[in-house]
């Protein structure tokens, strides 16, 4: 089992940025796909961006060309770069590391994601 421990959250204003940090430890992280999901109040958790051990990425559709995921396997760290920030991007946002290792595509569905952590909020202000 992996644990995962997200930080950078915060508050901030629209058209702003933020970085979020997640950190793993308990098994080979680089091995395995990691995963950005977040959930808003009232809704359901949704898929943001993941990295393959492979280094392919995906993103949500929403957040694309605002957002990039990358990893640094020798700190055991997946992060999530965040710009040009909108109101409708506040949520909690969960770090997941995939069930399988040596994943060839790039997993998008939270069943695909084993390990989550506790999650972080990010919240925009207008």
């Known amino acids: 089992q992996v644990q995962l421990v997200e930080s950078g959250g915060g508050l901030v204003q629209a058209g702003g940025s933020l970085r979020l940090s997640c950190a793993a430890s308990g098994r080979t992280f680089s091995n395995y796909a990691m995963g950005w999901f977040r959930q808003a109040p009232g809704k359901g958790r949704e898929f943001v961006a993941a990295?393959?051990?492979?280094?392919?990425?995906d993103l949500a559709a929403s957040v694309k060309g605002r957002f990039t995921i990358s990893r640094d396997n020798a700190k055991n760290t997946v992060y999530l770069e965040m710009n040009s920030l909108k109101p409708e991007d506040t949520a909690v946002y969960y770090c997941?590391?995939?069930?399988?290792?040596?994943?060839?595509?790039?997993?998008?569905?939270?069943?695909?994601?084993?390990?989550w952590g506790q999650g972080t909020q990010v919240t925009v202000s207008p």
């Open positions: 990295i393959n051990w492979r280094r392919n990425t």
């Open positions: 997941a590391a995939s069930r399988s290792p040596w994943l060839l595509s790039v997993p998008a569905t939270t069943g695909q994601f084993g390990s």
